[in-house]
């Protein structure tokens, strides 16, 4: 398989990124989000990085002749919170989607690393965390592989 290259995504990203947010949420929670608004959801957190922060997997390829056409084949979004604890934010990792021909090819662990690189780095940065579905055995057995343990919190929320 051709090396993948990460990158910041861009607002012309925005319509992938909306599409695969939706794929992710109907495939681990079989939940079917407006697709409008999450149109204006990504649109809004690349505008403003303080909302968020989106990284896409690009490999190389071949297309009807095109030598080195480069094509997203997955994404992660980045989001901060402050822990007072531990005086320091966390980076949680979020809308993660890895089409289904691109799975199992190593492009979650590239951006994976490429996170877990930049927060390493990042002074005040304590490290990663993620929520999944508790049903989500693969999604589970991905991230116990690239060193994430189970931190014994649930996740509970009220919505407005």
């Known amino acids: 398989m051709p090396a993948l290259r990460i990158r910041d995504a861009d607002a012309a990203d925005a319509p992938l ?13 079989r939940e079917r989000l407006d697709p409008d608004t999450v149109a204006l959801g990504v649109a809004n957190a690349l505008a403003d990085p303080l909302r968020a922060r989106y990284f896409i997997a690009m490999r190389q ?5 095109r030598e080195n056409l480069a094509m997203p084949v997955g994404t992660l979004m980045l989001t901060d919170e402050w822990s007072d ?12 989607y890895v089409p289904p021909a691109e799975r199992r090819t190593g492009v979650f662990s590239a951006l994976y690393d490429h996170a877990a690189s930049l927060a390493r780095t990042t002074p005040g940065v304590l490290g990663l965390r993620l929520y999944l579905a508790r049903d989500n055995t693969a ?20 919505r407005s």
């Open 17 to 29: 990124l909306a599409e695969w947010a939706v794929a992710m949420a109907w495939e681990t929670e």
């Open 61 to 65: 390829a071949e297309v009807a002749g």
């Open 85 to 96: 604890w531990r005086n320091g934010w966390w980076w949680w990792i979020q809308s993660v």
């Open 139 to 158: 999604a589970r057995a991905t991230y116990a592989a690239l060193g994430m343990a189970d931190t014994g919190y649930d996740i509970l929320e009220a």
